[in-house]
């Protein structure tokens, strides 16, 4: 898994490529833990590269969407391919974030 943080008028774009699972989440939950520990954070994930998603990886994603609304932050996601929106709507993930398919429409969501 690669992480490249940048920050796009006032959001963070965290983009991830690669693989999330029980080795490389807790790294992306770290991550996004600090990012979140300021106040109102908005942050729009990127998974344009992403290729598989496991469990611990939906773990690290229900925690920070909690910590998020804990501290009045919001998450959106974007760019997710057909396989990646599958598995999220399967776990249910699809009603805890904003999902938006293309960057520019999740920056405008965060706004």
Known sequence: MELHERTDDGVIVL????R???VTAPELGARLSAILGVSQRR???DFAGLEYVSSAGF???FLASKQAGDSGGRIALCRLS??????FSIAGFLKLFTIAPT???????LH
Not at 82 to 87: G, I, S, V
Not at 103 to 109: C, F, N, S, V
């Open 82 to 87: 057909e396989k990646a929106r599958e598995l």
């Open 103 to 109: 960057r520019e429409e999740g920056l405008a969501a």
């Open 20 to 22: 999330v699972d029980s």
């Open 15 to 18: 983009e991830i490529s690669g």
């Open 43 to 45: 942050v729009l994930i």
């Open 59 to 61: 773990r690290v994603l």
